[in-house]
């Protein structure tokens, strides 16, 4: 059969399965709708995690998203809207995991996953900025301080 050829066999099963269930039914789109996985490229899915080029996404259908990396700690998680739809949740640790996973997005989606790293680090960046200059004025004032107790 040419479809078993050109589709994924666990789909193929899936589906033959499904129609020797229903057969005649109306109900065989609502029965493969309940079988997938609600998460961005959930049709990757085995088992709740995509694997691709050696990276691993965990689907989280309560958030519509897939997830990538440690997800215990919020304040290192970057969470980007996918245009597709849903999300993407990454540790801060994992961005260079999304460069070998690239091919898997669509090009919108690519596009928004690079925007959101590009203003991450450059936030980043000026937090950093910010803080040395903090440490410079506060360093200056202890400097009089002392030279004041000095006198």
Do not use: W
């Not at 995509?50 to 989280?60: E, K, S």
């Not at 360093?139 to 301080?145: E, G, L, P, S, T």
């Not at 002392?146 to 006198?151: A, Q």
């Amino acid at each position: 059969m040419l479809i078993d050829s050109v589709m994924n066999p666990s789909a193929v099963e899936m589906i033959k399965t499904a129609r020797r269930e229903n057969a005649g039914s109306s109900s065989f789109a609502r029965i493969l709708s309940e079988k997938q996985i609600k998460c961005p490229y959930g049709y990757l899915a085995k088992e709740r995690m995509i694997q691709y080029n050696g990276v691993t996404f965990l689907c989280d259908p309560d958030t519509n998203s897939i997830c990538l990396g440690d997800m215990s700690d919020p304040k290192k998680v970057l969470n980007v809207n996918l245009p597709s739809g849903g999300h993407l949740k990454v540790n801060i640790k994992n961005f260079g995991d999304i460069s070998r996973a690239a091919g898997m997005f669509s090009p919108e989606d690519l596009n928004a996953i690079l925007r959101a790293i590009s203003l991450y680090n450059h936030c980043t960046r000026k937090l950093e900025e910010v803080e040395q200059e903090e440490s410079k004025v506060v360093d200056a004032i202890n400097n009089n301080d002392e030279k004041d107790t000095e006198v």
